[in-house]
Structure formats: C-alpha cells, structure tokens
C-alpha cells in the first residue's frame, strides 16, 4: 500500500500519447512475431489494445494453457492463462456449440482438464499478453522464444 501513492504520482506524468505510441509499437512487435512462427499461434478478438489473447499449436494440436503459462512462469514470463470470464464468450471465440457446454458443465467434479476432454480436447480458455508502458523489446523477445520452444515437435 506504500507504493500506491507513489505509483499513482509517477503514472501521472506519463504522456498518455508517448504511452499508447509504446505499447502499439510492442504490440505490433509481438504480433509480426506470432505472424512469423506460422500457424503455431491462434490469436482471439481485437488486436488494438494492450492485451492480445491466444493459444499455441504443436503438431497442429492446441496446447493446453496452463501448462504453457506454468513454462512462462518458470521463466519469469508474466501471461496469464485461464477460461474467460463470459462463457458466451468462449462458445463464441472457441465455437463451442452451447448444448455441448451445458452437458460438460453438469458434470460433478468440475475442472478445467474434464471440461476440456467432454468437448473432445478443444480450447476451453487461453493466454493473454497484458502489454503496458513497463514492457519492453526484450520482453517480447523472451515470449516469443517461449512460444518457439513450446511449440517445437519434438
């Protein structure tokens, strides 16, 4: 709580502009580097904000989420992975057919690797990429080179 204060002076002589122009420039960084991993990416929603969601392929199969954000975190990569907030907005950007979903979530014993299975191992939630003033190159650089490693067929 110390530091709000201060965070909350330092954030208020940030040119807002000089902010934006920043994380237009990181955000293009990280989609042209997704564009060039061809076909291993799968990017959802608008890509004009800071925050770009996605999934990764591996042999043409989606790679489970959570098992690529516990990589990014012993890498000290901050995405976050997880279901989205809306459902009707995972049938929607998954193409989850509704009556499908309300099957596998009347399941008992509910958790994210069932749901996934019951819907025949499809995405059921993804990464995302919050990109802000304290990013830099050299952080998308290291996601990128994550995304390479994980996405490799071994």
Not at 70 to 79: H, P, W
Not at 140 to 146: P, T, V, Y
């Amino acid at each position: 709580m110390a530091a709000v204060c201060d965070g909350l002076e330092w954030i208020g002589g940030v040119h807002r502009d000089a902010a934006a122009r920043h994380i237009c420039l990181l955000r293009k960084r990280l989609l042209d580097g997704f564009a060039a991993l061809r076909n291993v990416v799968v990017t959802y929603g608008a890509s004009d904000s800071g925050c770009v969601a996605f999934n990764l392929r591996r042999g043409g199969a989606l790679l489970p989420f959570e098992s690529v954000e516990a990589a990014a975190r012993e890498r000290g990569i901050a995405i976050r992975g997880g279901c989205f907030c809306n459902p009707g907005a995972a049938e929607h950007a998954f193409g989850i057919p509704a009556q499908r979903a309300r099957v596998c979530l009347d399941r008992e014993g509910f958790t994210i690797k069932r749901f996934r299975e019951c819907l025949g191992d499809r995405a059921v939630g993804a990464l995302r990429a919050s990109l802000g003033i304290a990013n830099n190159a050299a952080d998308i650089d290291r996601l990128l080179e994550l995304i390479e490693d994980e996405t490799r067929v071994h």
